[in-house]
């Protein structure tokens, strides 16, 4: 089952900023968002 991520304005305004400082951040993000597209349940799991 896939699952699309639904992104707030508030979080792409402060996510901007901070890619600029951070611009690593920009792919980090994508891949965090592509794996929990394809697996949502790792959004619960704690370590």
Known sequence: MKF???VTT???K???RLIKKFPSL???LQLLINSLENDPKLAS???
């Open 10 to 12: 508030s979080f792409k």
């Open 45 to 47: 799991q704690s370590d």
């Open 14 to 16: 402060h996510a901007k």
């Open 26 to 28: 920009k792919n980090e």
């Open 4 to 6: 699309d991520i639904l």
